[in-house]
């Protein structure tokens, strides 16, 4: 017989958020709400191993007041990013507005565009993913494609520009299951661009670029070697997903509300050198 054992670490739920110094990009807030660009390598909340430094930390220190619906250690969050990820996220003040911003979420009723840039390039010019999400079979913290105890997953995606081996995407998610856009991505065979769990590799490199393009002339090569400073300096050493735009109905107000959240240095850089290496190539 084997005995299995687990273990789970995590934050008390009394624990009392500390409130920080750290800068927000804030986007739109009123007194109910707020809309943020949320920048790469920030947790949302604490959990283990990040008791500190997150979303939820910037936000005690910013505002007054946060909705308490979600727990001591979620204030004012009404939907998640994953770390790596950077982009729109919504805080919400007020329990009130809380439960109707939640309720459109349930509803499917709040559109979220997603830009990210992956491997490959993609032939069909849009299309529908449809595999149901659930945990990994061996790895718990990653998902995978379960058609045994997943849950639906959707996933609509839309060519925005193709390049020699990599393809710009824009992604909606219909459902919002962990990892979702993520998995979707990697099962139809284009994983993102450096995504350690489910693209395999954790930082993109100039020669990451170059290597779709090795049957190229080498006078062109050389002139692409020229648009990265330092070749051993990644481009981008996260996974290259940016959460881009957000549409709801503002419970107050009354009124649909979009906002779009400006690409970060590193993807914009990813996209610009890309978009070179095909003028120079073609």
């Known amino acids: 017989l084997k005995d299995v054992i687990s273990i789970q670490l995590s934050i008390k739920s009394n624990s009392k958020i500390v409130p920080e110094d750290i800068p927000l990009?804030?986007?739109y807030e009123d007194e109910y709400l707020m809309v943020l660009n949320k920048s790469p390598d920030m947790v949302v909340h604490p959990a283990r191993g990040h008791a500190s430094g997150t979303l939820?930390?910037?936000?005690t220190f910013h505002c007054n007041k946060l909705s308490s619906i979600n727990g001591p250690l979620r204030p004012g969050i009404v939907h998640r990013l994953d770390r790596d990820t950077s982009g729109i996220i919504l805080a919400v003040k007020d329990e009130k507005v809380h439960k109707h911003i939640a309720l459109q979420f349930e509803k499917r009723e709040i559109l979220k565009e997603y830009l990210a840039v992956v491997k490959g390039e993609i032939e069909l010019d849009s299309d529908k993913i449809d595999f149901p999400i659930?945990?990994?079979?061996?790895?718990?913290?990653?998902?995978?494609?379960?058609?045994?105890?997943?849950?639906?997953?959707?996933?609509?995606?839309?060519?925005?520009?193709?390049?020699?081996?990599y393809t710009l995407v824009k992604i909606i998610p219909e459902t919002g299951r962990t990892h979702q856009i993520r998995v979707h991505m990697k099962t139809i065979g284009h994983p993102i661009v450096a995504d350690s769990e489910y693209g395999n590799t954790d930082a993109c490199y100039?020669?990451?670029?170059?290597?779709?393009n090795t049957n190229t002339e080498i006078s062109n090569l050389a002139k692409v070697h020229e648009l990265w400073d330092n070749e051993n300096t990644s481009i981008i050493n996260r996974q290259a997903l940016h959460a881009y735009k957000i549409k709801f109905l503002h419970p107050v107000f009354n009124k649909t509300m979009e906002f779009t959240a400006e690409i970060p240095e590193d993807?914009?850089?990813l996209i610009t050198i890309l978009r070179k290496i095909n003028t120079l190539l073609n």
């Open 267 to 269: 993807m914009h850089n």
């Open 56 to 59: 939820v930390n910037a936000l």
């Open 134 to 165: 659930g945990r990994h079979k061996r790895f718990r913290k990653k998902m995978s494609i379960r058609h045994d105890t997943g849950k639906s997953a959707v996933s609509i995606f839309e060519v925005m520009e193709r390049f020699r081996g």
């Open 25 to 27: 990009d804030i986007i």
């Open 206 to 212: 100039l020669e990451d670029l170059i290597r779709p």
